[in-house]
Nanobody, 120 residues
């Protein structure tokens, strides 16, 4: 079994910054892509940013230039640095990991979600 534990959400004023973290633990052989998704009230969950095990990144157009995704493979942890936050960034942010288990099966895991609220 694998667990993803997120941290770092909260309330921030427009223009402020937050850093999200997501640590994976359990029966992990390796992790392929890791990513952050978000879901605002009444909207579908959307990809915010993703990063491969080799460090290639992909961002939603709405966050390019403001958010940076990174990972520490030794710690099985992915980060999302969010700068210049806007009210429209308000959502529950979910971590995702494509895990190769010690059994060599490949599975998709999600974190429990962390609330990010951008408001004055």
């Amino acid at each position: 079994q694998v667990q993803l534990v997120e941290s770092g959400g909260g309330l921030v004023q427009p223009g402020g910054s937050l850093r999200l973290s997501c640590a994976a633990s359990g029966s992990i052989f390796s992790i392929n892509a890791m990513g952050w998704y978000r879901q605002a009230p009444g909207k579908q969950r959307e990809l915010v940013a993703a990063i491969t095990s080799g460090g290639s990144t992909n961002y939603a157009d709405s966050v390019k230039g403001r958010f940076t995704i990174s990972r520490d493979n030794a710690k099985n942890t992915v980060y999302l640095q969010m700068n210049s936050l806007k009210p429209e960034d308000t959502a529950v942010y979910y971590c995702n990991a494509e895990v190769v288990a010690v059994t060599r099966g490949e599975y998709d895991y999600w974190g429990q979600g962390t609330q990010v609220t951008v408001s004055s």
